[in-house]
């Protein structure tokens, strides 16, 4: 009887053992079951806030290249507008460069004009070398005159005159007063060695020469050579008009 009695105190221990077991199972279960509920619903929570995140990004995303958009096509409407516009001021730009060309063309072919009918007479190099050259061969003695008075005249005389002496000539300067105008150079006519020596440089170099006797002379003033042929300088041709 004892030992039933035991046994039986046994069971309903372990019995209250296992019904507590089984509520702490029916309790964890339970908390399992609430715990995988919590991360269903967390996890689909954080996936909605997730999906609205990257389309809130893709929204301001598609806005900010809709922007850039917008700005590129004004962009390039104010770049299509500047080139027009840069083409237009090209071309009044070249219309203007050719109208200036044009008055600086006038221009420099009405300072020719004006440099021919006042600019003094200047011998070039090229005819101081063919003058030098055909001088230097024979020579000779020279009475040189120009027109007393008239300073264009005395510098073409005084170009003459350095040529002449480096071509070893004599040279007697003279200042005359004419009764009159003789335009240009003369050599008149004079059957000399030295006279035809005279034409002959002057053709070579090819600078017009008149033969014809100048106005007569009231006075000459400076050295002078028995016996040399004149050069008289005369004054400078007026410019047809």
Known sequence: MAKA???????DTWNWLLLIALVVTAIAALGVAFATYKVITLQRDLNDAQAEVIAAKDRDLAATI???????????AQANKDIEQARKDAAGANQSAAILEKDA???RLETEKIKQSVGWRTLSQQNATA????????PGSVILQYTDGDPESLFLAIQLESILGKAKWQVAPQAAKISGILFGISLPDDNGE???????AF??????????????IGMAMGSTITGAPRLFIGSRK????
């Open 5 to 11: 009695a035991s046994l039986s105190q046994t069971v």
């Open 66 to 76: 809709a922007g850039m958009n917008a700005d590129a096509e004004k962009f390039k």
């Open 105 to 107: 063309a006038t221009a």
């Open 131 to 138: 003058l030098i050259q055909v001088l230097g061969a024979k």
């Open 194 to 200: 030295d006279a035809r020596t005279l034409r002959s």
């Open 203 to 216: 053709t070579a170099a090819q600078i017009p020469f008149g033969t014809a006797e100048p106005p007569p």
């Open 238 to 241: 007026p410019p047809l008009p």
